[in-house]
Structure formats: structure tokens, C-alpha cells
T-cell receptor
Framework: SQQGEEDPQALSIQEGENATMNCSYKTSINNLQWYRQNSGRGLVHLILIRSNEREKHSGRLRVTLDTSKKSSSLLITASRAADTASYFCATAPREAAGNKLTFGGGTRVLVKP | GAGVSQSPRYKVAKRGQDVALRCDPISGHVSLFWYQQALGQGPEFLTYFQNEAQLDKSGLPSDRFFAERPEGSVSTLKIQRTQQEDSAVYLC???????????FGQGTRLTVV
């Protein structure tokens, strides 16, 4: 079963608005990653934040991590229609071999032009 | 190759049939992962290879599922006596040794009828 819970499950916004989604997880982690999945396509890595980091930026993306609350948030600023996709958080547990990822259920984002 | 390649993209199997799904990872990537993604959910880990060694198969749902990577490059996920609950998208991902970013293929959508 999946470790993470994502909130909200779905989000509909207008182009130009910001989109925020949250992820909670259960076990100790090495890092937390966010992926995007367009309809019928594979997952694309967006950003990684390590357990000793609190905030990270990449272009229009901002990720925060609160290990005391076992939660993370992804903010997409100035959204575009092309940002329409499902967004998944994924954690890499400390004890796992390799980089085995545990995914949340995803947030489906619709950006209306 | 340029990315992770999976074949076939779509597979329809009659219940009870055996299927084989192929994954060509990025050249030189040591780590290879298989995930199962049910409709509307996040991917769930199935199994992990480092080169030809299968180091973790804890996510395989039953003994009908078998994966191999005999030469440490191409991998095959085999499902015997398929059941309707096996219907899902099967995703393959690869990464460098010690790498944190996983590169995903576009997946194989399996429908068992």
C-alpha cells in the first residue's frame, strides 16, 4: 500500500494562479521527490529535497519539507495550461536498497486557460 | 538510448494468459525498478535490480509475477495466468548507481479481459 497521502486529490485553477499541493508520509526518509505525470505518459522528475533541507526552488517550483510533521508541499507559481497533469510525491526511505520510491496517491491539477 | 523504452505500450490479455513486458533502461544505468500503477492511483513498487541481481522483490503481489534482468540491461516482467486485478500500467524506471533521480518509461498498459 502507498505510504503517502496527497491533498487535495484534485485542483482546478485559472492560468496565472498559484497551485499548492501537500504530501504526508509515515516513515523516516532519505529524500522526498516530486514527479509530474501527463495523461497516459510516464513520470517526469521535477525536484528533490533531502531530509536535511527545509526549502528548495527550481524555476516556478517551490518545495518545502517539514520532517517533524512528516509533510511536504509543492507550490507552482504563475501556472500555465501546460502544467495540467497529476503530481506525485515520492519518498526514498533510509533503509531501502537503491532508490526504491514510495508514491502518494497524487494530486490531479487542471489549469484552465 | 535516449530514454527508458517499454514495450508493448498496450497489451490486452485474456484471463489466464501469460504476458511478458519488456523494459530497455537508459544505457549504463545500473539500477532498474518496476512499478505497478492502478487507475487513478500512484505507482506502487514491485521489484528492484542492481545490474543482474534482483535485490528486492518485496512488492511482487503473488508468485504469478516474475522479473528478470539476465545481462544487467534489458529486463522482462512476466505475469503468469493473468487475472482481472492485474490490469494496470506497468512502469519501468532506471537510475545510475547511487543516483537519486529515477527516469521512467511511458509504461505498458495491461488490460485483462
Amino acid at each position: 500500500s502507498q505510504q503517502g497521502e496527497e491533498d487535495p486529490q484534485a485542483l482546478s485553477i485559472q492560468e496565472g494562479e498559484n497551485a499548492t499541493m501537500n504530501c504526508s508520509y509515515k516513515t523516516s526518509i532519505n529524500n522526498l521527490q516530486w514527479y509530474r505525470q501527463n495523461s497516459g505518459r510516464g513520470l517526469v522528475h521535477l525536484i528533490l529535497i533531502r531530509s536535511n533541507e527545509r526549502e528548495k526552488h527550481s524555476g516556478r517550483l517551490r518545495v518545502t519539507l517539514d520532517t517533524s510533521k512528516k509533510s511536504s508541499s509543492l507550490l507552482i507559481t504563475a501556472s500555465r495550461a501546460a502544467d495540467t497533469a497529476s503530481y506525485f510525491c515520492a519518498t526514498a526511505p533510509r533503509e531501502a536498497a537503491g532508490n526504491k520510491l514510495t508514491f502518494g496517491g497524487g494530486t490531479r491539477v487542471l489549469v484552465k486557460p | 538510448g535516449a530514454g527508458v523504452s517499454q514495450s508493448p505500450r498496450y497489451k490486452v490479455a485474456k484471463r489466464g494468459q501469460d504476458v511478458a513486458l519488456r523494459c530497455d533502461p537508459i544505457s549504463g544505468h545500473v539500477s532498474l525498478f518496476w512499478y505497478q500503477q492502478a487507475l487513478g492511483q500512484g505507482p506502487e513498487f514491485l521489484t528492484y535490480f542492481q545490474n543482474e541481481a534482483q535485490l528486492d522483490k518485496s512488492g511482487l503481489p503473488s508468485d504469478r509475477f516474475f522479473a528478470e534482468r539476465p545481462e544487467g540491461s534489458v529486463s522482462t516482467l512476466k505475469i503468469q495466468r493473468t487475472q482481472q486485478e492485474d490490469s494496470a500500467v506497468y512502469l519501468c524506471a532506471s537510475s545510475t548507481q547511487g543516483g537519486t533521480e529515477a527516469f521512467f518509461g511511458q509504461g505498458t498498459r495491461l488490460t485483462v479481459v
